[in-house]
């Protein structure tokens, strides 16, 4: 495995690269101040080349930010070609349309030198408990409510930082002690990494790192095309329904899948306009789950790069919900684009059933804010991650309230009540709530929860908003699996209407319930092997009401 101008071999410098990326993601968890990098590893980081070409990133990172990289890098050369860019120079932005869907999160990216050449970047993410306008509304009607927009800036020039725009990001937020805080440590992540990719070149004396680059994400392009030619040529076409909040029918959400030889072309006409509700879908975050089950089906060994990018040709009709043109809004965007990655995954079901799970209860991915103010006036909130039952899988269990494919963790309840007048009642599996199959789908969980009065402002309500999913079209089974347990949302005992970006407030005292769904069954439940059963029992995960009714078990 040497590179071709050089003995030395790929083996040493592909791990070392990935070593750098997790030494960055390490640097920001130690430095960061908010809980949605230190408990929930909503971040990335990884390294491009100086063409912008994604390199390698950490196996810590958020999917949805990994998989826009490549096409942030393409549009970060743009903006600012190689002749512009100089040592100590560090870059910003949250473009939605440029990163990655959402304003709240950032993009850092800082350039690395070697005997004065560029020679590539280090670049991380993190998803900011705020970046001002309406705390992560389920209403908001366009982009501009969704906080401050960053475009392609400089934030340091040349080792100067931009204080002006330190300042404006710092007037506009809520928590800018955090939120600043984050950002920092961003940029003491990037440096990181950056002193490590020129200690690399140094050491091995390399000139640039396009040799580099150009083997691995050749290697990674190559494992998924092989891939590809082992599947079938064909044409293969799915859809699915999504509840919009304020619109009366189910919108669709249809792909129609193309693999010719080593290549796959996925278009989605057909998928419903976009919406004025904050769930429309920016096209690299949609090219992000396009690419998931790409790279799961074809090579799950090979590291991610930009060579899982190249055999996959994307189109998807502009003003729709998974490309939305500006000014949609889109702050809740994985409602939309983590069905994506159920669209594909419905695709391979029908060329390779036996490479795929039943349809999951985590696809959409739940993420909510509990918002409210304590009595001294002070605003806080609660940002959360919550997880369904991932499907039933070939010869193996779906795993329960787990996070697939997003790989972010829940917030901790000690965290919870720690930082925010919020009461936890439970959070626990829901008993019977994965699909029946040979192998049963993951279990959902529930969370209740109270804000209590004297950590909150009196006769101010709080605010639940968030992104939500399977409220009416549960996750279905594959080969005969049952559907797992539908999603529910009730407040003090009433049901709030099925919504993708749910909404509503609630009085402190008032007692707020979220059902998660559980992932389909895969195979027909009638082959379920009995000591399955029986383990089940013993566990909590079916009843006895649940064994007789779904199984046939007579306990």
């Keep these: 495995m040497a590179l071709r101008n050089t003995e030395l071999p790929l083996d040493v410098i592909w791990p070392r690269l990935i070593a750098i990326a997790d030494e960055m993601a390490t640097t920001m968890f130690r430095t960061a101040f908010s809980h949605d990098v230190v408990e929930v590893h909503d971040m990335s980081t990884g390294l491009l080349d100086d063409r912008g070409h994604l390199m390698a990133q950490t196996w810590l990172g958020a999917t949805g930010h990994t998989g826009c990289m490549p096409a942030f890098g393409a549009n970060l050369v743009e903006a600012f070609p190689p002749e512009t860019v100089n040592p100590g120079d560090v870059f910003i932005c949250n473009d939605p349309w440029l990163c990655n869907g959402q304003t709240a999160d950032i993009f850092i990216t800082t350039p690395a030198f070697h005997k004065g050449k560029l020679i590539g970047f280090s670049v991380n993410t993190i998803h900011h408990v705020d970046i001002g306008g309406r705390k992560g509304s389920g209403l908001s009607e366009e982009v501009f409510e969704e906080g401050l927009i960053i475009p392609m800036l400089r934030l340091y020039d040349a080792g100067e930082p931009n204080e002006m725009l330190f300042d404006l990001i710092r007037r506009n937020v809520r928590y800018s002690e955090k939120m600043i805080g984050d950002l920092r440590a961003?940029?003491?992540?990037?440096?990181?990494?950056?002193?490590?990719?020129?200690r690399l070149c140094a050491e091995f004396d390399f000139p640039d790192l396009r040799e580099v680059s150009d083997e691995i994400t050749g290697r990674t392009e190559e494992g998924i095309r092989a891939g590809l030619r082992e599947l079938p040529d064909g044409e293969w076409r799915e859809e699915m329904m999504m509840d919009i909040d304020g619109i009366e029918e189910p919108q669709p959400l249809v792909v129609t899948v193309k693999i010719e030889g080593d290549q796959l072309y996925a278009d989605f006409t057909g998928t419903a306009p976009q919406v004025r509700r904050p769930v429309n879908c920016p096209i690299n975050f949609s090219r992000a789950y396009v690419a998931v089950p790409v790279k799961m089906i074809c090579d799950p060994s090979l590291p991610n790069n930009q060579g899982t990018y190249r055999p996959i040709t994307l189109t998807a009709p502009e003003g729709s919900l998974l490309n939305p043109s500006y000014p949609a809004a889109c702050f809740w965007r994985l409602?939309?684009?983590?069905?994506?990655?159920?669209?594909?995954?419905?695709?391979?079901?029908?060329?390779?059933?036996?490479?795929?799970?039943a349809e999951s209860g985590s696809l959409p991915t739940w993420q909510f804010y509990v918002t409210g103010n304590k009595p001294d006036g002070e605003a806080y909130a609660l940002h959360q991650h919550s997880f369904g039952g991932m499907g039933g899988r070939p010869g193996a269990d779906g795993l329960s309230a787990v996070s697939f494919p997003y790989n972010v963790r829940d917030v901790s309840i000690e965290w919870s009540e720690h930082e925010t007048p919020i009461l936890y009642h439970a959070r626990e599996l829901i008993p019977d709530s994965g699909g029946p199959g040979a192998s049963r789908g993951g279990l959902g969980q529930e969370l209740i929860f109270e804000a209590y009065e004297p950590g909150t402002a009196p006769k101010q309500p709080l605010v639940f908003a968030?992104?939500?999913?399977?409220?009416?079209?549960p996750p279905q089974g594959l080969g005969g699996g049952?559907?797992?347990?539908?999603?529910?949302?009730?407040?003090?005992?009433?049901?709030?209407?099925?919504?993708?970006s749910p909404e509503f407030p609630?009085?402190?005292?008032?007692?707020?319930?979220?059902k998660l769904p559980g992932g389909g069954g895969h195979g027909d439940p009638a082959e379920r092997d009995a000591a399955d059963i029986d383990r089940d029992l013993k566990a909590g995960y079916i009843t006895e009401e649940g064994a007789k009714r779904d199984y046939g078990r007579e306990t």
């Design 506 to 514: 609630f009085e402190v005292g008032e007692v707020v319930h979220l």
């Design 335 to 357: 409602s939309a684009g983590m069905l994506v990655a159920e669209l594909m995954f419905k695709i391979f079901s029908r060329i390779v059933p036996d490479r795929v799970p």
């Design 186 to 198: 961003q940029v003491a992540t990037g440096w990181a990494g950056c002193r490590e990719l020129e």
């Design 482 to 500: 049952k559907p797992g347990a539908l999603a529910e949302i009730t407040r003090d005992g009433q049901n709030i209407a099925p919504s993708s």
């Design 466 to 473: 968030g992104a939500a999913g399977r409220m009416r079209f």
